[in-house]
């Protein structure tokens, strides 16, 4: 083989490597990163709390589970208008609205859960005993309504 063709060869075998590269990195920078961390009243990490990624503009939802940590990441989501939403058993719900992701960008989000209350009148309803059920504790909170 010749010097010529040899140089030739490797020429068209480096431009066929190179020229797909600045597609693919074309698709990647369409999309962007909502990621997060949930936590109880205590600051606290609330793990395999179910989280929701929802797209406002076309309902494009993606559902996510918390790791043992209370963190959750939702990958390569399209651009637009987000709203996200998080549940959680004994917690009431949490979340945030009129995010908008554009484009290579990462929201990160701190995600504080209330505990769930369950109310019961007592009587002639001029008390009101309040139950906070957090981590298998119970707690007895009275408050008198006047």
Known sequence: ??????????????????????????SQANTGTIEGLVTDPSDR????AEVTITNTG?????MLQTDDEGRFRGLLLPLGPYKV?????????????GLDLAVGQSI?????LSFHRWVRCLGNCRSVDYRERARGEFHLLEHTLG
């Open 1 to 26: 083989m010749s010097r010529r063709s040899l140089l030739l060869s490797c020429l068209l075998f480096t431009a066929a490597i190179l020229i797909p590269v600045p597609g693919l990195a074309q």
């Open 108 to 112: 990160s989000l701190p995600i504080a």
């Open 58 to 62: 076309t309902n494009f939802a993606r």
């Open 85 to 97: 939403t998080v549940k959680a058993p004994n917690f009431g719900g949490g979340g945030s609205r």
């Open 45 to 48: 990490p609330v793990p395999k």
